[in-house]
C-alpha cells in the first residue's frame, strides 16, 4: 500500500518531551514526502474525528514546551471491541495510512488492535514513569526526576533547619523507577516502592522507618528523607505514625503532578528527535505495529506484541546502593 498520509496522536498521561517528538515525527514526516495530520486528545479524538493538519509551521515553538498540543486522554470507550472498529473507520474514511501513537503500555495496547483492524501503527515511549518493560528509556523521565531532585533539595533544606523527618511522595502508581533514582540523587536515606512495599502493613513500614531514624538520630544526622512511590502511598498517615512513635517532627509533602510538567531537559528533546525519525523510518520501509525503543544506549525498535510481553524490575543494585550509602555515612558518624 502505497503511504501518503501519517496521523500522530499522543495518549494516556502527558510527559516532558512529547511535544519535540511531535515536532519531530512531522518535521521529518514531510522532508520524506509525507502528508503529516494530529489527532488531538489521543484516542478519544480519534473516535470523535478531530484531526488537525499539521505543517513544519504548526510546529514551530514546540520544542521547549512541557505538555503535548496535540492534548491527551484517557478514553474507555475506545478500549472496546466496537471502540477500536470504529475509531478504525474514522481514520480510514478520513485518509489515515498510518498512525504514530506516543503514549504509555496501554496506548500501545490500542495500536496493536488498530493494526489488526488495517491501520499500520508505531509507537513510541513516553511516559514520566519509565515502565514500559520493552525500552530502557522513555520521554519525559529525566525531566521528571530533574523535577522532583530539585524539590527534595529544598525540602531537605527546611527539613535540616527543623531536624525532622520528611516523607516526600514522588509518582509512579505501579512503578518505582523515579523514586529509587530520585532517592540515589538527593541521598535519601531510605525509599519505598511499590514492587516491594505496596502490600506491607503500614505498621511494619512505620516500624522500618523509626529504627532507621533512631540509627540516623545516635550518629547526629540532623534530618531523615524517605522517598515514597505514589503506588505505596498513605505518606500522610505515615508521618503521623511516625512522629507519635519517634517525638521526630515528621511532615508529608506529595510531589504530584508537578513533575508531569515543565520544559523537557536535552535528553528528552535529543531522545524525542531521534524516536520520531526512527518512528517515520520504520513506516518508509513498511514496517508496523513496532515500537521504537532504546536497547543498549541506542535508538532500536521491537514488535508490538513482544514489546507488551516483556516484564521490567526494578535495579536492586541501585535500591541497595540507596541503604548503603545511608549507613555508610552512619559508619563514620557524619550528617
Ligand atoms: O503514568 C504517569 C503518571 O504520572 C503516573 O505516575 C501516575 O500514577 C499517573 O500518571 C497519574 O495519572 P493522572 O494524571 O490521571 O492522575
Redesign the pocket.
Known sequence: MELRKIGVLTS??D?PGMNAAIRSIVRYGLSQGFEMVGVERGYHGLLRGEFVELTAASVSDLIQRGGTILQTA?SKAFATPEGIESAAKIAKDYGLDALIVIG?DGSFRGAQKLCEQGIPTIGIPG???N?ISCTEYTIGYDT?LNTAMEAVDKIRDTATSHQRCSLIEV?????GY?AIEVALATGAEMVLVPEKDKNCPRVQLVNRIVEDIKAAQSVGKKHHIVIIA??VGGSQELAEMIEECTEVETRATVLG?I??GGSPTIKDRVVAAQMGMRAIDLLAQGKSNRVVIIKNGKISDVDIDEGLAMKKTICEKDYNLIGYLSRSINNVGQN
Do not use: K, L, S, V
Request: hydrophobic share 30%; charged share 30%.
Open positions: 494516556g498521561g510527559a484517557r504509555g511516559t514520566i514513569d515502565d521528571a509518582m509512579g502508581r505501579n512503578a523515579i505514589e503506588g503532578h513533575q508531569r
